[in-house]
């Protein structure tokens, strides 16, 4: 997918609580999620990576995101609005 749309006022809503770190973080992992259209991978650091977190506080911001907005599966990490737009 080369495209989606960003509802401003629904990732406002949603994303308020977040640090400028963490809110990177969430642009990053979604914009994976939808370029590939797939789930993010279960192994943590393959998640790091993604979200190019090298240091402990960025890791840990990428570790928030994944724990807020995210669900694990047996597939991967899904996001709700993400399966919704694919």
Known sequence: ???YKRHL???AKATGHL???EMGAYDLL???CYSNEKPLPLRLADVH???RA???AERAN????LADFFDKTADG???KRVLEEM
């Open 62 to 65: 990428v570790d928030r995101v």
């Open 54 to 56: 090298a240091t402990k």
């Open 30 to 32: 979604l914009d994976w």
């Open 77 to 79: 990490y899904t996001q």
């Open 9 to 11: 006022g629904d990732i």
């Open 1 to 3: 997918m080369n495209f």
């Open 19 to 21: 640090s400028q770190g």
């Open 49 to 51: 990576r993604i979200g």
